[in-house]
């Protein structure tokens, strides 16, 4: 095994490439390599899923689709970002015989915002025009697309009354309560009630238990 401390990096560029050689400055005491310390901005957030069984009803898929863009939403906020468009997608599955559809469309947003009202709404007029009755769909998504800070946005004219405050200090509140009550406490009528059982949810009888995360889960040994 070669001791890559003692080689020349000239010598390694030559023969492997640069970046062995800058891995053998670093070993040597020179920086090469920089660290980032906090994660580049997300450009794009999507949140999708399969199906635990096929969904049919279009009531089901905007549940779907409901959650997913709230989520989304939250991603958004915590990042504190605003989308510019919003795209939506629902197919069927590949490994069915049943006849296959997949459909997608992206909606753009009057203005950026992170407001979940306004990324569900786009969300749910996406979907009621892709929505094909008749199919068992096994997948849904939805994405937030041109992304940008919140910092920064395009005026325009005042023609009509803006809330944006009001609604930033909704969605503040709805954040919070969620955080403190656990994900799900306040959410969009349209996403239905959280304590039911979806037709849309994932199956997860497999799943690891959270050994690091939940007390419930962590292993008890008996002497």
């Known amino acids: 095994m070669l001791d890559l401390v003692w080689l020349d990096p000239v010598m390694v560029r030559s023969r492997w ?16 390599i920089e660290l980032d310390h906090e ?40 990042q504190a970002s605003l989308a510019n468009q919003v795209m939506v ?14 459909g997608s469309t992206t909606v753009p947003l009057r203005r950026p915002s992170a407001d979940t009202s306004v990324i569900v709404a786009a969300a749910l007029a996406g979907l009621r025009a892709i929505y094909r009755p008749g199919f068992n769909y096994a997948k849904a998504g939805v994405m937030l697309m041109d992304l940008q800070p919140d910092t920064v946005q395009q005026g325009e004219l005042a023609l009509e009354s803006d809330d944006e405050v009001d609604r930033g200090r909704l969605m503040t509140t709805l954040d919070g309560l969620n955080l403190r ?43």
């Open 17 to 32: 490439s640069v970046v062995l050689e800058r891995t053998v400055r670093e070993l040597q005491g020179t920086p090469c």
């Open 39 to 78: 994660p580049a901005p997300k450009q794009q957030m999507a949140c999708t899923r399969s199906f635990g069984h096929a969904v049919t009803d279009l009531s089901d898929l905007s549940e779907v689709v409901t959650e997913f863009a709230s989520r989304g939403a939250v991603k958004l906020r915590k």
């Open 89 to 102: 997608f629902v197919r069927t599955s590949p490994f069915r015989k049943d006849e296959q559809y997949s």
């Open 181 to 223: 009550y656990g994900r799900g406490t306040v959410l969009m009528a349209s996403a239905g009630l959280a304590g039911d059982k979806r037709a849309w949810s994932m199956r997860q009888e497999r799943r690891t238990p959270g050994y690091t995360t939940c007390w419930a889960d962590m292993p008890v040994v008996r002497a």
